[in-house]
């Protein structure tokens, strides 16, 4: 159940480019860990997930170290129980040395328009959450919203922030 | 990028499986990885630690890494000159949370003390230098052979049996807490003495827990995983340890559950889908103010693995 919190705009200062604050219960984060830095496995997890219909969003590939890297991504939390039987095979496939799943976790993002251009933005987002204590764990932006997800144990406080802060 | 000179793929365990104190665990499909990227002249050692604990004084140093601490112990036993190495540890099996990350490292010393020196140790001798350093039987033994042990050490040598793999439709779900147990707290916390009542409690759950794994009765888990020696003590150390277990035990599919090793993670026995037993867990956990994290494992039958280059490619490296 996605819960949009609608937040008033002023006109003036960075707070006009920001039309929402919402935050997003419904995806759940796997992570391929140790996966071997060579052509083709990316190719072979998401085709994968592509033949059972499932849907991937926030895709993140770390820095690769020693021949290793981990992929991340979240799925929709109805989709998990399929995406396990995928992700388990594609790690057993591509020799990665384990997948981890998270449920608790929520995605909290400020939309507006033109963010890219106003990098004040990103950085009052992640100060106003770091204020609060909340880790972030993953984070994708584009021109029209910044999103981060948090644990779902931080997720009431994060938003609670953001909203304060982007009022 | 060119191939390490030995790789050794380790598997986390499960251990002090239900009523199995100290002496049944299991192999699961979550693997740490030990590269010796070059040797070193003797007595130089270095230590990459990428992933779990890259940030930790005592694995990133090489003198207190259990990787290299173990190679060390293995060559003194067995009287051979340690050669010095650089070593890369791709760490992903979660560090104190009880599923074997310390012991994936034992193996891999000692492993390495083996092929470096061209011993070829017996299985029977490796598992016991292992189990020497470890001080108990139950990680390192599963660890190394895979699959399901059952082991007894009396300080000197090692007896163990292992059972065939579980099936391909049982999952084992992991629930990691983000909080740690170190295992010298959790042997602290248990009592000196038992009730009577409760040892012939856990000798019957011992004994039906092999006898159902062995006959691949797995429905008869539920009864073989629970225990009265340590589970009771443990589950105090971690926020929801003792209210998380009965919350799935009745869950559609879960054959059994326990604490893993010393704590804090869980694990479930699940046959089908897993997802409805994973976040129960991890939802308690985050209603007692923890992160958590899951992993949905197989059993790993083949246990600890290695790669190595030919002889020729062995020569030192300043």
């Known amino acids: 159940m996605k819960e949009v919190v609608i937040v008033e705009t002023n006109a003036t200062g960075t707070k006009n480019v920001v039309d929402d604050v919402g935050i997003d219960r419904a995806a759940a984060r796997i992570v391929l860990l140790g996966v071997p830095d060579v052509p083709g496995v990316a190719a072979n997890v998401f085709s994968a997930l592509a033949e059972h219909r499932i849907g991937v969003e926030m895709i993140v590939q770390n820095n690769m170290r020693g021949g290793m890297t981990d992929i991340g991504f979240l799925v929709k939390k109805e989709r998990l129980d399929d995406a396990i039987v995928v992700c388990r095979k594609s790690a057993t496939d591509i020799e990665a040395q384990g997948v981890s799943f998270n449920t608790e976790v929520a995605r909290v993002s400020v939309c507006g328009k033109n963010l890219t251009e106003n990098p004040e933005i990103p950085a009052k987002m992640f100060s106003t959450l770091a204020s609060v204590g909340v880790n972030i764990e993953m984070i994708v932006s584009n021109t029209l919203d910044i999103t981060c997800v948090v644990s779902e144990t931080d997720a009431d406080r994060a938003i609670r922030a953001l909203q304060e802060a982007f009022s | ?318």
């Not at chain 2, 340690?82 to 074997?100: T, Y």
């Not at chain 2, 003590?233 to 054959?255: H, N, Q």
């Open chain 2, 1 to 318: 990028m060119n191939a390490p000179l030995v790789s050794i793929r380790v598997p986390a365990t499960s251990a002090n499986l239900g009523a199995g104190f100290d002496s049944l665990g299991m192999a699961l499909s979550l693997y740490n990885v030990f590269n010796v990227t070059k040797l070193q002249p003797n007595g130089l050692f270095s230590c990459d630690v990428i992933g779990e604990g890259f940030r930790e004084r005592d694995l990133t140093n090489a003198r207190s890494n259990m990787a290299v601490r173990s190679y060390l112990r293995a060559c003194e036993i067995w009287g051979v000159a340690p050669r010095g190495l650089a070593l890369e540890c791709h760490n992903v099996i979660p560090l104190c949370r009880g599923l074997g990350s310390s012991s994936t490292a034992v193996v891999a010393g000692v492993l390495l003390a083996n092929l470096l020196s061209g011993r070829h140790a017996p299985e029977s001798e490796l598992l016991r230098v292992m189990t020497m350093i470890e001080g108990h039987p139950d990680n390192v033994v599963p660890c190394y052979l895979g699959g399901m042990t059952v082991s007894c050490w009396n300080e000197v040598d090692l007896r163990y049996v292992k059972f065939p793999p579980l099936p391909e439709d049982l999952n084992v779900v992991a629930a990691v807490p983000d909080v740690r147990v170190r295992t010298r707290d959790a042997r602290k916390s248990l009592p000196h003495e038992v009730p009577f009542g409760d040892a012939v409690f856990n000798l019957g759950r011992a004994a039906l827990l092999c006898a159902a794994w062995a006959t691949g009765q797995w429905d008869l888990l539920s009864w073989g995983m629970e225990d009265r020696l340590h589970q009771p003590y443990r589950s105090r150390l971690f926020p929801g340890g003792e209210v998380i277990m009965d919350r799935v035990r009745t869950l559609p599919g879960c054959l059994g559950v326990a604490i893993s090793g010393s704590g804090p993670t869980i694990v479930a026995l699940v046959r089908g889908a897993p997802g409805l037993v994973a976040s129960t867990l991890c939802r308690t956990f985050s209603e007692y103010g923890v992160t958590s994290r899951f992993f949905v494992l197989q059993g790993c039958a083949g246990g600890c693995r290695f790669s190595m280059r030919s002889p020729g490619d062995f020569q030192e490296e300043n």
